[in-house]
Protein backbone atom coordinates (compact mmCIF):
# COMPACT_ATOMS: atom_id res chain seq x y z
CA UNK A 1 0.00 0.00 0.00
CA UNK A 2 1.32 3.13 -1.11
CA UNK A 3 2.37 5.58 1.44
CA UNK A 4 0.33 8.44 0.64
CA UNK A 5 -3.27 10.17 1.97
CA UNK A 6 -5.04 8.52 -0.67
CA UNK A 7 -9.54 10.01 -1.23
CA UNK A 8 -11.73 9.67 -3.57
CA UNK A 9 -10.25 11.53 -6.26
CA UNK A 10 -6.08 11.43 -6.31
CA UNK A 11 -4.14 13.95 -8.62
CA UNK A 12 -0.18 13.56 -9.21
CA UNK A 13 1.44 16.54 -9.87
CA UNK A 14 4.27 18.46 -11.76
CA UNK A 15 4.28 22.05 -12.68
CA UNK A 16 7.20 24.57 -14.15
CA UNK A 17 9.43 21.83 -15.51
CA UNK A 18 10.89 24.40 -17.46
CA UNK A 19 12.57 21.36 -19.30
CA UNK A 20 14.46 19.92 -16.37
CA UNK A 21 12.90 16.18 -17.56
CA UNK A 22 16.59 14.96 -17.36
CA UNK A 23 16.27 15.75 -13.40
CA UNK A 24 19.38 17.28 -11.47
CA UNK A 25 21.57 14.34 -10.09
CA UNK A 26 24.71 15.15 -11.55
CA UNK A 27 24.95 18.27 -9.76
CA UNK A 28 22.31 18.02 -6.70
CA UNK A 29 22.90 14.35 -6.28
CA UNK A 30 19.40 14.44 -3.78
CA UNK A 31 17.26 15.36 -6.59
CA UNK A 32 18.18 12.11 -8.49
CA UNK A 33 14.47 11.62 -10.42
CA UNK A 34 13.99 11.99 -14.04
CA UNK A 35 11.29 12.42 -15.79
CA UNK A 36 11.34 8.54 -16.53
CA UNK A 37 11.01 7.92 -13.20
CA UNK A 38 8.08 9.95 -12.36
CA UNK A 39 6.51 8.04 -14.87
CA UNK A 40 7.09 4.42 -13.48
CA UNK A 41 6.26 6.33 -10.02
CA UNK A 42 2.49 7.12 -11.84
CA UNK A 43 1.77 4.16 -13.24
CA UNK A 44 2.77 1.80 -9.92
CA UNK A 45 0.29 4.20 -8.29
CA UNK A 46 -2.31 4.05 -11.41
CA UNK A 47 -2.00 0.20 -11.07
CA UNK A 48 -2.91 0.26 -7.01
CA UNK A 49 -5.64 2.55 -7.54
CA UNK A 50 -7.09 0.62 -10.61
CA UNK A 51 -6.88 -2.39 -8.18
CA UNK A 52 -8.13 -0.87 -5.39
CA UNK A 53 -11.90 -2.13 -4.24
CA UNK A 54 -11.70 -4.68 -6.81
CA UNK A 55 -10.57 -7.79 -5.06
CA UNK A 56 -11.67 -9.62 -1.94
CA UNK A 57 -9.29 -8.07 0.26
CA UNK A 58 -10.84 -7.05 3.40
CA UNK A 59 -8.87 -4.36 4.32
CA UNK A 60 -11.03 -2.19 1.37
CA UNK A 61 -14.33 -0.94 1.03
CA UNK A 62 -16.15 -3.30 -1.76
CA UNK A 63 -16.89 -1.35 -4.81
CA UNK A 64 -15.39 2.00 -3.94
CA UNK A 65 -12.73 2.73 -6.37
CA UNK A 66 -9.91 5.13 -6.35
CA UNK A 67 -9.65 7.25 -8.82
CA UNK A 68 -6.27 8.85 -10.03
CA UNK A 69 -5.29 11.64 -12.86
CA UNK A 70 -1.88 13.23 -13.92
CA UNK A 71 -1.70 16.86 -14.49
CA UNK A 72 1.83 18.81 -15.97
CA UNK A 73 0.71 22.36 -15.25
CA UNK A 74 2.30 24.42 -17.72
CA UNK A 75 5.79 25.72 -18.92
CA UNK A 76 7.41 22.85 -20.09
CA UNK A 77 10.27 24.67 -21.33
CA UNK A 78 12.84 27.20 -21.18
CA UNK A 79 15.06 25.53 -18.38
CA UNK A 80 17.51 23.89 -20.17
CA UNK A 81 19.07 22.82 -23.13
CA UNK A 82 15.88 19.87 -23.84
CA UNK A 83 13.82 23.55 -24.86
CA UNK A 84 11.73 22.78 -28.03
CA UNK A 85 0.04 22.54 -23.89
CA UNK A 86 -3.63 24.11 -24.19
CA UNK A 87 -5.53 26.16 -21.87
CA UNK A 88 -8.70 28.09 -21.49
CA UNK A 89 -7.72 31.86 -21.87
CA UNK A 90 -5.69 30.91 -24.70
CA UNK A 91 -6.52 32.08 -27.79
CA UNK A 92 -4.85 31.75 -31.28
CA UNK A 93 -5.40 35.08 -32.70
CA UNK A 94 -6.29 34.46 -36.68
CA UNK A 95 -9.47 31.87 -35.70
CA UNK A 96 -9.77 33.32 -32.30
CA UNK A 97 -10.51 29.49 -31.42
CA UNK A 98 -9.31 27.95 -28.15
CA UNK A 99 -5.43 27.05 -28.22
CA UNK A 100 -6.79 24.34 -25.39
CA UNK A 101 -9.85 22.69 -24.59
CA UNK A 102 -12.19 24.98 -23.04
CA UNK A 103 -12.87 22.67 -20.54
CA UNK A 104 -12.95 18.87 -20.17
CA UNK A 105 -14.80 16.33 -18.35
CA UNK A 106 -12.12 13.84 -17.21
CA UNK A 107 -13.67 10.18 -17.01
CA UNK A 108 -12.25 7.89 -13.28
CA UNK A 109 -13.75 4.47 -13.11
CA UNK A 110 -15.65 6.29 -9.75
CA UNK A 111 -15.94 9.74 -11.09
CA UNK A 112 -16.54 12.62 -12.91
CA UNK A 113 -14.17 15.97 -12.80
CA UNK A 114 -14.90 18.74 -14.52
CA UNK A 115 -11.52 20.33 -15.34
CA UNK A 116 -11.01 24.44 -16.31
CA UNK A 117 -7.67 25.76 -17.55
CA UNK A 118 -6.57 29.12 -17.29
CA UNK A 119 -3.64 31.24 -17.71
CA UNK A 120 -2.94 34.44 -15.32
CA UNK A 121 -3.13 37.80 -17.42
CA UNK A 122 -0.21 37.58 -18.85
CA UNK A 123 0.99 41.50 -19.70
CA UNK A 124 4.26 40.86 -21.00
CA UNK A 125 3.84 37.90 -23.80
CA UNK A 126 5.55 38.15 -26.94
CA UNK A 127 3.16 41.03 -28.66
CA UNK A 128 3.57 38.86 -32.29
CA UNK A 129 2.86 35.98 -31.10
CA UNK A 130 -0.13 35.21 -32.21
CA UNK A 131 -1.64 34.89 -29.30
CA UNK A 132 -4.62 36.59 -27.09
CA UNK A 133 -4.33 36.45 -23.27
CA UNK A 134 -8.03 37.17 -22.39
CA UNK A 135 -8.68 38.70 -19.06
CA UNK A 136 -9.73 35.64 -16.82
CA UNK A 137 -12.40 37.93 -15.61
CA UNK A 138 -14.18 38.37 -18.46
CA UNK A 139 -14.06 34.69 -19.53
CA UNK A 140 -15.37 33.63 -16.15
CA UNK A 141 -18.46 35.72 -16.97
CA UNK A 142 -18.85 34.13 -20.44
CA UNK A 143 -22.11 31.77 -21.70
CA UNK A 144 -19.52 28.66 -22.01
CA UNK A 145 -18.11 28.33 -18.70
CA UNK A 146 -21.74 29.12 -16.81
CA UNK A 147 -23.42 26.39 -18.67
CA UNK A 148 -20.32 24.04 -18.30
CA UNK A 149 -20.71 24.85 -14.30
CA UNK A 150 -25.05 24.66 -14.10
CA UNK A 151 -25.27 21.78 -16.67
CA UNK A 152 -22.82 19.24 -16.89
CA UNK A 153 -22.65 16.18 -14.66
CA UNK A 154 -19.78 16.05 -11.95
CA UNK A 155 -18.84 15.28 -9.19
CA UNK A 156 -15.73 17.66 -8.29
CA UNK A 157 -14.00 20.44 -10.07
CA UNK A 158 -10.36 20.91 -11.28
CA UNK A 159 -8.79 24.37 -12.34
CA UNK A 160 -5.29 23.96 -13.99
CA UNK A 161 -3.85 27.58 -13.29
CA UNK A 162 -0.82 29.26 -14.47
CA UNK A 163 -0.91 31.31 -11.33
CA UNK A 164 0.42 31.70 -7.96
CA UNK A 165 -1.58 29.77 -5.32
CA UNK A 166 -3.29 32.72 -3.53
CA UNK A 167 -3.01 34.95 -6.83
CA UNK A 168 -6.21 36.70 -6.47
CA UNK A 169 -7.57 35.71 -10.15
CA UNK A 170 -7.82 32.06 -7.73
CA UNK A 171 -10.41 34.06 -6.13
CA UNK A 172 -12.05 35.34 -9.08
CA UNK A 173 -12.44 32.24 -10.41
CA UNK A 174 -14.03 30.57 -7.00
CA UNK A 175 -16.28 33.08 -6.40
CA UNK A 176 -17.62 32.79 -10.00
CA UNK A 177 -17.98 28.74 -9.59
CA UNK A 178 -19.60 29.49 -6.51
CA UNK A 179 -21.86 32.17 -7.39
CA UNK A 180 -23.43 29.46 -10.29
CA UNK A 181 -23.18 26.36 -8.13
CA UNK A 182 -23.00 27.27 -4.42
CA UNK A 183 -21.47 26.00 -1.39
CA UNK A 184 -20.13 21.79 -1.43
CA UNK A 185 -19.28 21.05 -4.44
CA UNK A 186 -15.26 20.42 -3.87
CA UNK A 187 -12.96 22.16 -5.73
CA UNK A 188 -9.11 22.00 -6.51
CA UNK A 189 -7.27 24.70 -7.96
CA UNK A 190 -3.34 23.54 -9.03
CA UNK A 191 -1.44 26.24 -9.44
CA UNK A 192 2.12 27.21 -10.74
CA UNK A 193 3.95 29.83 -11.99
CA UNK A 194 5.95 31.47 -8.81
CA UNK A 195 8.14 28.52 -8.52
CA UNK A 196 7.45 26.92 -4.78
CA UNK A 197 5.54 24.55 -2.78
CA UNK A 198 2.74 25.89 -1.32
CA UNK A 199 -0.71 24.89 -0.63
CA UNK A 200 -4.01 26.37 0.96
CA UNK A 201 -7.58 25.87 2.08
CA UNK A 202 -9.54 28.22 0.62
CA UNK A 203 -12.80 27.23 2.20
CA UNK A 204 -14.22 24.18 3.52
CA UNK A 205 -14.26 22.14 -0.08
CA UNK A 206 -11.91 24.44 -1.99
CA UNK A 207 -8.09 23.91 -1.89
CA UNK A 208 -5.58 25.55 -3.95
CA UNK A 209 -1.62 23.60 -3.98
CA UNK A 210 1.15 24.58 -6.38
CA UNK A 211 3.94 21.41 -6.65
CA UNK A 212 7.76 23.71 -6.76
CA UNK A 213 9.28 24.13 -9.92
CA UNK A 214 12.00 22.41 -11.85
CA UNK A 215 10.67 18.80 -11.48
CA UNK A 216 12.05 19.31 -8.02
CA UNK A 217 9.00 18.11 -6.89
CA UNK A 218 6.43 15.46 -7.35
CA UNK A 219 3.40 16.71 -5.94
CA UNK A 220 -0.06 14.88 -4.62
CA UNK A 221 -3.16 16.15 -3.38
CA UNK A 222 -6.47 13.89 -2.70
CA UNK A 223 -9.69 15.33 -2.40
CA UNK A 224 -13.70 14.01 -1.84
CA UNK A 225 -16.10 13.34 -4.79
CA UNK A 226 -19.10 16.18 -3.80
CA UNK A 227 -21.70 12.80 -2.30
CA UNK A 228 -18.82 12.33 0.11
CA UNK A 229 -18.69 15.90 1.76
CA UNK A 230 -21.42 15.24 4.34
CA UNK A 231 -20.67 17.79 6.41
CA UNK A 232 -20.25 20.90 7.12
CA UNK A 233 -16.24 20.85 7.87
CA UNK A 234 -15.19 18.47 5.53
CA UNK A 235 -11.77 20.31 5.08
CA UNK A 236 -10.44 16.64 6.42
CA UNK A 237 -10.88 15.16 3.11
CA UNK A 238 -8.50 17.04 1.40
CA UNK A 239 -5.16 16.21 1.52
CA UNK A 240 -1.71 16.53 -0.19
CA UNK A 241 1.92 15.87 -0.18
CA UNK A 242 4.85 17.19 -1.61
CA UNK A 243 7.73 14.72 -2.60
CA UNK A 244 11.13 15.27 -3.16
CA UNK A 245 12.20 14.14 -6.77
CA UNK A 246 14.39 11.72 -5.30
CA UNK A 247 14.22 8.11 -6.42
CA UNK A 248 14.28 6.63 -2.85
CA UNK A 249 11.36 9.10 -1.56
CA UNK A 250 9.19 7.78 -4.95
CA UNK A 251 10.08 4.07 -4.69
CA UNK A 252 11.22 3.06 -1.32
CA UNK A 253 9.63 5.37 1.10
CA UNK A 254 6.24 6.28 -0.83
CA UNK A 255 5.80 2.85 -2.91
CA UNK A 256 7.31 0.33 -0.52
CA UNK A 257 9.78 -1.11 -2.87
CA UNK A 258 12.62 -2.42 -0.90
CA UNK A 259 14.80 -0.92 -4.39
CA UNK A 260 14.26 1.91 -5.83
CA UNK A 261 15.26 -0.64 -9.57
CA UNK A 262 12.65 -2.69 -8.78
CA UNK A 263 9.65 0.40 -8.76
CA UNK A 264 11.31 1.27 -12.16
CA UNK A 265 8.37 0.25 -14.87
CA UNK A 266 9.26 -0.64 -18.24
CA UNK A 267 7.77 2.65 -19.82
CA UNK A 268 9.76 4.64 -16.97
CA UNK A 269 13.01 3.16 -18.09
CA UNK A 270 12.64 3.87 -21.95
CA UNK A 271 11.72 7.29 -21.37
CA UNK A 272 14.64 7.76 -19.43
CA UNK A 273 16.82 5.93 -21.58
CA UNK A 274 15.30 8.01 -24.46
CA UNK A 275 15.49 11.55 -22.41
CA UNK A 276 19.96 10.64 -21.53
CA UNK A 277 20.22 9.81 -25.31
CA UNK A 278 18.94 13.34 -26.77
CA UNK A 279 20.62 15.45 -23.99
CA UNK A 280 23.32 13.24 -25.48
CA UNK A 281 22.72 13.72 -29.36
CA UNK A 282 22.24 17.54 -28.56
CA UNK A 283 26.00 18.22 -27.11
CA UNK A 284 24.40 18.92 -23.71
CA UNK A 285 26.55 16.93 -21.92
CA UNK A 286 29.85 18.22 -23.21
CA UNK A 287 32.39 18.94 -20.46
CA UNK A 288 32.97 22.47 -20.69
CA UNK A 289 34.99 23.48 -17.50
CA UNK A 290 35.06 23.65 -13.84
CA UNK A 291 33.92 26.28 -11.53
CA UNK A 292 36.21 27.60 -9.03
CA UNK A 293 33.31 27.41 -6.53
CA UNK A 294 28.86 27.68 -6.60
CA UNK A 295 27.35 30.34 -7.54
CA UNK A 296 24.07 31.45 -6.56
CA UNK A 297 20.88 33.24 -8.75
CA UNK A 298 19.35 34.37 -5.49
CA UNK A 299 22.41 36.30 -3.76
CA UNK A 300 21.99 39.48 -3.94
CA UNK A 301 24.62 41.27 -6.89
CA UNK A 302 27.36 41.89 -4.45
CA UNK A 303 27.08 38.96 -1.88
CA UNK A 304 29.89 36.64 -2.19
CA UNK A 305 28.73 34.03 -4.44
CA UNK A 306 26.30 36.15 -6.36
CA UNK A 307 25.75 34.77 -9.93
CA UNK A 308 24.65 38.26 -11.11
CA UNK A 309 28.10 39.65 -9.39
CA UNK A 310 30.03 37.52 -11.32
CA UNK A 311 28.58 37.92 -14.57
CA UNK A 312 28.65 41.69 -13.79
CA UNK A 313 32.66 41.66 -12.36
CA UNK A 314 33.78 38.76 -14.53
CA UNK A 315 31.67 37.32 -17.41
CA UNK A 316 30.71 40.58 -19.45
CA UNK A 317 34.40 42.72 -18.58
CA UNK A 318 36.30 39.40 -19.81
CA UNK A 319 34.19 38.14 -22.79
CA UNK A 320 31.76 41.06 -24.16
CA UNK A 321 33.56 44.12 -22.92
CA UNK A 322 36.95 42.79 -24.32
CA UNK A 323 35.66 41.87 -27.70
CA UNK A 324 34.35 45.34 -29.15
CA UNK A 325 35.89 45.53 -31.89
CA UNK A 326 34.63 42.71 -33.46
CA UNK A 327 31.24 43.74 -33.63
CA UNK A 328 29.93 45.07 -37.31
CA UNK A 329 27.19 47.01 -35.82
CA UNK A 330 29.24 49.38 -34.16
CA UNK A 331 31.67 49.86 -36.50
CA UNK A 332 29.22 50.90 -39.03
CA UNK A 333 27.47 53.24 -36.71
CA UNK A 334 29.84 54.64 -34.54
CA UNK A 335 32.03 57.95 -35.67
CA UNK A 336 36.05 57.21 -35.09
CA UNK A 337 35.72 59.08 -31.64
CA UNK A 338 32.98 57.26 -30.39
CA UNK A 339 34.76 53.94 -30.75
CA UNK A 340 36.90 54.23 -28.18
CA UNK A 341 34.30 55.07 -25.45
CA UNK A 342 33.50 52.61 -22.64
CA UNK A 343 31.04 50.45 -22.45
CA UNK A 344 27.90 49.75 -20.18
CA UNK A 345 25.06 46.89 -20.10
CA UNK A 346 21.59 47.17 -18.08
CA UNK A 347 20.97 43.24 -17.35
CA UNK A 348 17.36 42.59 -16.30
CA UNK A 349 17.49 40.25 -13.54
CA UNK A 350 15.00 37.76 -15.45
CA UNK A 351 18.12 37.03 -17.72
CA UNK A 352 19.26 33.74 -16.09
CA UNK A 353 17.00 31.15 -13.78
CA UNK A 354 19.51 28.87 -12.26
CA UNK A 355 22.50 28.14 -9.71
CA UNK A 356 25.67 27.45 -10.87
CA UNK A 357 27.16 24.29 -9.14
CA UNK A 358 30.79 23.36 -8.71
CA UNK A 359 29.73 19.62 -7.43
CA UNK A 360 30.54 18.19 -11.10
CA UNK A 361 32.71 19.29 -14.06
CA UNK A 362 30.12 22.02 -15.81
CA UNK A 363 28.59 20.35 -19.24
CA UNK A 364 26.99 22.82 -21.69
CA UNK A 365 23.35 21.87 -20.18
CA UNK A 366 24.62 23.26 -16.98
CA UNK A 367 25.27 26.77 -18.69
CA UNK A 368 22.12 26.89 -20.39
CA UNK A 369 20.20 25.90 -17.11
CA UNK A 370 21.69 29.30 -16.04
CA UNK A 371 21.01 31.09 -19.02
CA UNK A 372 17.96 29.41 -21.08
CA UNK A 373 16.88 32.10 -23.25
CA UNK A 374 20.06 32.51 -25.40
CA UNK A 375 18.96 36.46 -26.00
CA UNK A 376 20.99 38.00 -28.43
CA UNK A 377 22.38 41.49 -26.93
CA UNK A 378 21.58 44.35 -28.44
CA UNK A 379 23.57 48.04 -28.82
CA UNK A 380 21.26 51.37 -27.86
CA UNK A 381 23.14 53.73 -28.97
CA UNK A 382 25.91 55.99 -26.66
CA UNK A 383 25.02 58.10 -23.90
CA UNK A 384 26.08 60.38 -21.09
CA UNK A 385 26.39 58.46 -18.00
CA UNK A 386 24.08 60.62 -16.28
CA UNK A 387 21.27 59.46 -18.60
CA UNK A 388 22.38 55.86 -17.74
CA UNK A 389 22.55 56.01 -14.38
CA UNK A 390 19.15 57.94 -14.53
CA UNK A 391 17.58 54.99 -16.89
CA UNK A 392 18.33 52.34 -14.55
CA UNK A 393 16.55 54.14 -11.32
CA UNK A 394 13.85 54.51 -13.36
CA UNK A 395 13.64 50.55 -14.69
CA UNK A 396 14.35 49.41 -11.27
CA UNK A 397 11.10 51.77 -10.13
CA UNK A 398 8.98 51.01 -12.86
CA UNK A 399 6.21 48.17 -12.76
CA UNK A 400 4.78 46.37 -15.55
CA UNK A 401 2.10 45.01 -13.81
CA UNK A 402 3.10 41.08 -13.87
CA UNK A 403 3.09 39.66 -10.83
CA UNK A 404 6.57 37.50 -10.59
CA UNK A 405 7.90 38.73 -6.95
CA UNK A 406 10.92 36.09 -7.18
CA UNK A 407 14.24 37.44 -6.07
CA UNK A 408 13.28 40.40 -4.12
CA UNK A 409 17.45 40.61 -3.25
CA UNK A 410 17.41 42.06 -6.72
CA UNK A 411 16.85 45.29 -8.45
CA UNK A 412 15.13 44.89 -12.06
CA UNK A 413 17.81 45.74 -14.02
CA UNK A 414 21.88 45.39 -12.73
CA UNK A 415 23.98 48.10 -14.32
CA UNK A 416 27.02 46.66 -15.84
CA UNK A 417 30.23 48.85 -16.45
CA UNK A 418 31.52 51.47 -14.00
CA UNK A 419 29.98 54.63 -14.53
CA UNK A 420 32.00 57.78 -14.65
CA UNK A 421 31.32 59.61 -11.51
CA UNK A 422 33.18 62.60 -11.82
CA UNK A 423 32.29 63.31 -15.44
CA UNK A 424 28.22 62.99 -15.78
CA UNK A 425 28.81 63.71 -19.15
CA UNK A 426 30.65 60.86 -20.27
CA UNK A 427 29.44 59.20 -22.99
CA UNK A 428 29.23 54.67 -22.94
CA UNK A 429 28.06 52.56 -25.56
CA UNK A 430 24.98 51.03 -24.09
CA UNK A 431 23.55 47.35 -24.26
CA UNK A 432 20.70 45.35 -23.19
CA UNK A 433 19.35 41.56 -23.99
CA UNK A 434 16.56 42.05 -27.15
CA UNK A 435 13.94 40.44 -24.55
CA UNK A 436 13.75 44.17 -23.10
CA UNK A 437 15.28 46.18 -25.76
CA UNK A 438 11.77 48.05 -26.54
CA UNK A 439 10.94 49.17 -23.01
CA UNK A 440 14.85 50.31 -22.48
CA UNK A 441 14.55 52.34 -25.65
CA UNK A 442 11.35 53.97 -24.27
CA UNK A 443 12.73 54.94 -20.82
CA UNK A 444 15.49 56.53 -22.91
CA UNK A 445 13.93 58.08 -25.09
CA UNK A 446 11.87 59.78 -22.69
CA UNK A 447 15.20 60.73 -20.33
CA UNK A 448 16.93 61.76 -22.98
CA UNK A 449 14.68 62.89 -25.97
CA UNK A 450 17.97 64.25 -27.79
CA UNK A 451 20.10 61.50 -28.19
CA UNK A 452 19.95 58.52 -30.91
CA UNK A 453 17.89 55.33 -29.32
CA UNK A 454 18.47 52.97 -32.15
CA UNK A 455 18.28 49.21 -31.23
CA UNK A 456 21.35 47.28 -32.93
CA UNK A 457 21.55 43.40 -33.03
CA UNK A 458 25.33 42.65 -32.19
CA UNK A 459 26.57 38.99 -32.81
CA UNK A 460 26.79 38.28 -29.17
CA UNK A 461 23.51 35.94 -26.99
CA UNK A 462 23.84 35.57 -23.95
CA UNK A 463 24.22 31.98 -23.38
CA UNK A 464 26.97 31.74 -25.82
CA UNK A 465 29.21 34.54 -23.46
CA UNK A 466 28.68 32.40 -20.54
CA UNK A 467 29.95 29.42 -22.49
CA UNK A 468 32.72 31.47 -23.75
CA UNK A 469 33.57 32.61 -20.05
CA UNK A 470 33.88 29.16 -18.67
CA UNK A 471 35.57 27.20 -21.78
CA UNK A 472 38.18 30.18 -21.34
CA UNK A 473 38.90 31.36 -17.90
CA UNK A 474 37.33 27.65 -15.98
CA UNK A 475 39.56 25.08 -17.82
CA UNK A 476 39.66 22.12 -15.64
CA UNK A 477 42.99 20.54 -17.02
CA UNK A 478 45.35 20.73 -14.05
CA UNK A 479 43.86 22.76 -11.71
CA UNK A 480 40.86 20.01 -10.66
CA UNK A 481 41.10 17.66 -8.59
CA UNK A 482 38.77 14.94 -7.28
CA UNK A 483 36.75 15.63 -4.28
CA UNK A 484 36.44 11.84 -3.37
CA UNK A 485 33.05 11.29 -4.97
CA UNK A 486 34.64 10.74 -8.42
CA UNK A 487 33.64 14.47 -9.43
CA UNK A 488 35.82 17.03 -10.28
CA UNK A 489 36.63 20.39 -8.29
CA UNK A 490 38.76 23.16 -9.83
CA UNK A 491 40.92 24.22 -6.61
CA UNK A 492 41.90 27.67 -8.38
CA UNK A 493 41.93 29.81 -11.89
ZN1 LIG B 1 7.52 28.66 -14.66
Redesign the pocket.
Known sequence: MPNLPFGDINIVVLT?L?SWLGGHSRQEPHYDADLGDVLSFWENLKDHCDAYGDDDDDDEPQNQHRDIFFVNN??FIHGTGLSQMGMGNDYDDGSQRPLGNRYKILHGKNCKLLTFGFLYNMKDYAPNSGIVIEDVEKVVAQEWFVNALVEEHYDAILVLAHMDLVDPLVHVIKSAIRSNIGQGMPVVFIT??T?YRGVKQLEDTTMTFEAG?YMDTVGFVSFPKKESVRSENSTSLFSHAFLDANKQVLFQDTLGFSRSEDGETKNGKELSKFIDQTREKLGLKKEIGCAPQSYFFERPVDAEGSLWGLYRDEVIPKIFFKSRQTMEAIEEEATNEEDDLPMAMLLSKDAWRYDLFNNATLIADDIIAVAPFNDTVVHLGTFPSKVIAKANRTLNQYSNGDDLTWLPTLPKFILIGSLDESDANTKYHLYCHDFEAIHVQKILRRLAPKEHVVIKKTEFRSTMIWMAFVEEYWKCDGSCESDGRGYKRSKHF
Open positions: DHGDGHHR
